[in-house]
């Protein structure tokens, strides 16, 4: 079955960057983009980007530009997600998601159990 | 690119039948047939309840059905139960790559 597992919560400073990872199994990671969506407390979801898992191609959503890199790691089928210049608004759980299968398009189906990123100082 | 727009909040009674609405623009919800439904309850990840703007996954009681027409999409939610009480979200593909997602709607199950 698939699943995608993040890494642990992180409490970051303001000024400082955040790198999430998501670990894929139960299918063909190479096969599949990789999706990356926020959601700050009490707000709705946001869309971060993609990162194409052959590839390693990328689109970042306008907002993120700058500020976001994905990457990934074929070899551990993992996906990172990296935030630079943390603000306060940047507090939010990130998800890393996949689309249903293969000859669908544009919908995020499976999802990480998510991570929260706390920036404090 | 703005998020697309939905009520805040919907209701109805257990067996009533609810819609909520998700209005974009002539460059994303009206120029693709790529609106999908969320499902998300406090404390959990989101769970996709329709794609492609009509097609249910696997397992998706068939009580939540999508429909389009121009800018607006909606998603109907019938025979409601005790357990449908979470929020909503919606989602348009955007062109040059890029997804959207609604405001969100808490739809309340009286």
């Known amino acids: 079955q698939v699943q995608l597992v993040q890494s642990g919560a992180e409490v970051k400073k303001p000024g400082a960057s955040v790198k999430v990872s998501c670990k894929a199994s139960?299918?063909?990671?190479?096969?599949?983009?990789m999706h990356w969506v926020r959601q700050a407390p009490g707000q709705g979801l946001e869309w971060m980007g993609w990162?194409?898992?052959?590839?390693?191609?990328?689109n970042y959503a306008q907002k993120f530009q700058g500020r976001v890199t994905m990457t990934r790691d074929t070899s551990i089928s993992t996906t990172y997600m990296e935030l630079s210049g943390l603000r306060s608004d940047d507090t939010a759980m990130y998800y890393c998601?996949?689309?249903?299968?293969?000859?669908?398009?544009?919908?995020?189906?499976?999802w990480g159990q998510g991570t929260l990123v706390a920036v404090s100082s | 690119q703005s998020a697309l727009t939905q009520p805040p909040s919907a209701s109805g009674s257990p067996g009533q039948s609810v819609t909520i609405s998700c209005t974009g623009t002539?460059?994303?919800?009206?120029?693709?047939?790529?609106v999908s439904w969320y499902q998300q309850y406090p404390g959990k990840a989101p769970k996709l309840m329709i794609y492609e703007v009509t097609k249910r996954p696997s397992g998706v009681p068939d009580r939540f059905s999508g429909s389009k027409s121009g800018n607006t999409a909606s998603l109907t939610v019938s025979g409601l139960q005790a357990e449908d009480e979470a929020d909503y979200y919606c989602s348009s593909y955007a062109g040059s790559d890029n997804l959207v997602f609604g405001e969100g709607t808490k739809l309340t199950v009286l």
């Open positions: 990162i194409k898992s052959d590839s390693g191609g990328t």
């Open positions: 998601a996949r689309k249903l299968h293969i000859g669908t398009t544009w919908n995020l189906h499976y």
């Open positions: 002539s460059s994303d919800v009206g120029d693709y047939n790529y």
């Open positions: 139960g299918y063909t990671f190479t096969d599949y983009y």
